[in-house]
């Protein structure tokens, strides 16, 4: 029986603490909308700020990948393109996306807000005849691979020939950008 009040007690504390930390937070916009800077106040210690933003994560949030939009941005400029290989970038919030258009094979890199810059323009005849061969888009392969992980994010999904067989070749990576699976889907 004490030990069942001690429980009690303790759970009760934690309660208490936990609302008041809830209760005395100031949330503030920061000069940029994407970012929200929270402060909470537990009292005998010192202010705790956290800073989110929520430009890169409001697509995980939603449950959608910001690749999605990314690739929106590159069809509408190259609407003719087969997108044949997506990189995300380690360190920025950015992409690396070949896609093919007639007989080249166009670079470009395009940012999380879909800014996009052509880096490179070449032919190879190889990888159009892929992109040309291959019956499942870019985001159809992503969102297949997206269903067995819903909790994934895109790092990287490359149009490969693997031993006659053509298929997407994708990693996904989690919200905390660390490795959570590989995956493969067919292409035709």
Known sequence: MNTRLMKSMAVAASAGLFLAA?????DTAA??????????ETPGASPVETT??????????????????VIDAVMAEYPDAIIVDI???DDADSYEIDVVEGEDLIELQVDFDGTLREDDREGDGEM??????ATVTAEDAINQALELHPEGLLDEAE???EDGTLQW????????RNDLADVDVAAT
Not at 22 to 26: A, E, I, R, V
Not at 169 to 176: E, V
């Open 52 to 69: 989110i933003t929520t430009a890169d994560t409001q697509d995980q949030i939603e449950g959608e990948d910001p690749v999605f939009r």
């Open 22 to 26: 809830c209760t005395d937070t100031d």
């Open 128 to 133: 159009v005849v892929r992109a040309q061969d």
């Open 31 to 40: 000069d940029d909308p994407g970012t929200v800077t929270t402060t909470a």
């Open 159 to 161: 149009l490969s020939d």
């Open 87 to 89: 990189d995300r970038e």
């Open 169 to 176: 070749s994708m990693s996904l990576d989690d919200a905390d």
